[in-house]
């Protein structure tokens, strides 16, 4: 048998409190429906939202959400889910290289505001492929965007930016790498040191640019992949007022260590939103386990990004609240308030 397949059944038998529903109604601000949408598609989504207690769902563009191709997004969710779903835009890279860069940016978030988008989403192409006429990386502090970010600030509106991947794609891929399954799994994901800059120079570059736009606010997102070292995030939310984080996509970095990620979690209940970053209904199950449980070793919904079980963190009513809803109500402006408790 290959080890692929060893997939063993817990012979452990403790009590469970499976939930397929949240306490409380929930935004997720990390998420990738498509639109325009078809009526029956929408219908569908809406339904498996009511079914999860998901008030609202942030679209979040990974480039080119600009312009008519925002509006048209816009138009479609404001007629079949009116209320319901946000949009970030994202930035236009083109034109690099114009002296004119920064400012067109700048303007072109604006325009995006005015039409309706909520905040700005960046990309990890941003540090990792985007380059200028010469063949340079483009580096994520680079001093061309800091109009932009300035403009974010101005705007209040957030930036929410996922830098990098987890730090095992790195890694070599060896008995040790905790992402061995994956990157069997999925090869693409694999980062060669000798091409692309090493994972703590991204990182670096992200923090330097949320130490100098204290005026901006930033969502870290998947918790700034530093799940597995919640001292080192808490550390640089402790430095940066203006950072938040999101959950999308690394639960089973939280579900492993429930006593500290709860402690953290309570320090830190006015600075993190919930995200999931896929769109598929069973899976939100496995987050409502672990933020609202005491369970002890139950399962996570995907195996390449976890071969661990999940433990409860049995977070407290009103950390969940923040959670769920409070905080995303807080930094993103004009979603609707409209049916949350108070």
Known sequence: MDVREYEPKSSLVSPQHPKTRAKYPFIDVHNHP???????????????????????????????????????????????APGRIFFFASPDYSGLDDPGYAQKAAAQLEKDVKLGARGLKVWKDLGLNIKDAKGERIHIDDARFDPLWAMCGRLK????????????FWEPIDKNNERWLELQEMPGRRRDPAKDPSWEQLITEQHNVFRKHK??????????WLGGDLGRL???MDECPNVYTEIGAVLAELGRQPRYAREWFIKHQDRVVFGKDTWAPTEYYSYFQVLETADDYFPYYRRRH????????DLPDEVLKKLYYRNALRIIPGLDATGFPK
């Not at 207690?53 to 480039?63: A, D, E, Q, T």
């Not at 976890?306 to 963190?313: D, H, S």
């Open 215 to 224: 005026n901006t606010i930033f969502i870290d997102a998947h918790l700034g």
């Open 34 to 80: 498509r639109f325009p949408m078809q009526a029956e598609q929408a219908r569908k989504m809406l339904a498996d939202m009511d079914g999860l207690n998901m008030r609202i769902m942030g679209s979040l563009f990974v480039r080119g959400g600009n312009n008519e191709r925002l509006k048209s997004a816009i138009d479609s969710a404001q007629q079949l």
């Open 234 to 236: 808490g550390k640089l």
């Open 306 to 313: 976890a071969f661990w079980a999940m433990y409860g963190l």
């Open 157 to 168: 509106v957030p930036v929410f930016i996922h830098t990098a991947d987890p730090k095992q």
